[in-house]
């Protein structure tokens, strides 16, 4: 059976782009029905509905908690029988409970190295520490602030010359290659969590 693939963005949704692209061209076993985003202004709204994606934003200012609002996603969520959510640029925490809820069915992308530069500058402050080598984590999602499981990771060189600008580029361009793989091998049930590691098994 395919896996049904929720991806939640804020805004502008290369990623959701690149796993758009991938899936078109690729055999992944999983199809994106959801795009979900707290920000009704998102161009990822835009992508999803172009490629003829169910599009769904939800203000969260109508609710006193996080964990009101979260509950609502789940309900959606559970209506649309979602097996994997993809954290692409979402720039909202999520509560406890919906992590629990989909314990090691949540992924994110990280532009650094994790656990190096974790938070939402991950680029800019691996440039501005000096770091030599910084690059992305693909990684499951549990209750701490980008501490899940790791699942790829990609190295990138920082030039003495370039400027973060140039940087980001190289980021986003490993991002797009690195995210619908780490989501294939889920569709494919190939990843097996043992604690912090995650093994990636060889294709059935
Ligand atoms: C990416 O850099 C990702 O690593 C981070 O948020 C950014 C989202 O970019 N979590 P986009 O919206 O997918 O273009």
Redesign the pocket.
Known sequence: MKKRIAVF?S??????QALIDYIKGNDLNGDIVLVFSNNKDAY?LNRARKNKIKAVFMDSSGYNTRKQYDTKIIELLEDEKIDLVVL??YMFLLSQEFVRKFKNKIL????ALLPSFKGTHGIKDAYEYGVKVTGVTVHFVDEGLDSGPIIIQQSVDIDQNESVEELEEK??RI?HKIYPLAVKYFCEDRLKINGKKVKISNKK
């Open positions: 963005a805004g502008f949704g290369s990623n959701l990822a692409a640029g994110n992308i990280h532009p980021i986003h991002e």
